[in-house]
């Protein structure tokens, strides 16, 4: 059974930064693309970047503008995001998740991603 869990959630103020994380069980990690989103209150669930398995390839939202860093630590089976100049706009659930049906081609609508994690909450505030 394949789980995902995000950890590095919490509450920071406006121009500052966090890391989050997502630990993968229950299959190898290196033979899925990861992606990771979120979801703001009384708002869709939207792409935020996933990288491919390799981490040869990776694709952000439009809307990250090189605050955002996806890298993957495929023996350790972890993704991350790293976050910076935080907006308050970034306010919202992260979730992590993956696409077992594609290794390299990295795919952005939610309904590629077979599995989620549980989310973490990210708070920016002004």
């Known amino acids: 059974q394949v789980q995902l869990v995000e950890s590095g959630g919490g509450l920071v103020q406006a121009g500052g930064s966090l890391s989050l994380s997502c630990t993968v069980s229950?299959?190898?990690?290196?033979?899925?693309?990861m992606g990771w989103f979120r979801q703001a209150p009384g708002s869709e669930r939207e792409f935020v970047g996933a990288?491919?398995?390799?981490?040869?390839?990776?694709i952000y939202a439009d809307f990250v503008k090189g605050r955002f860093t996806i890298s993957r630590d495929n023996a350790k089976n972890t993704v991350y995001l790293r976050m910076l100049d935080l907006k308050p706009v970034d306010t919202a659930v992260y979730y992590c998740?993956?696409?077992?049906?594609?290794?390299?081609?990295?795919?952005?609508?939610?309904?590629?991603?077979?599995?989620w994690g549980q989310g973490t909450q990210v708070t920016v505030s002004s």
């Open positions: 229950g299959r190898t990690m290196s033979l899925s693309v």
């Open positions: 990288i491919s398995g390799s981490g040869s390839s990776i």
């Open positions: 998740a993956r696409d077992i049906h594609h290794r390299e081609e990295i795919l952005t609508t939610r309904d590629e991603f077979d599995y």
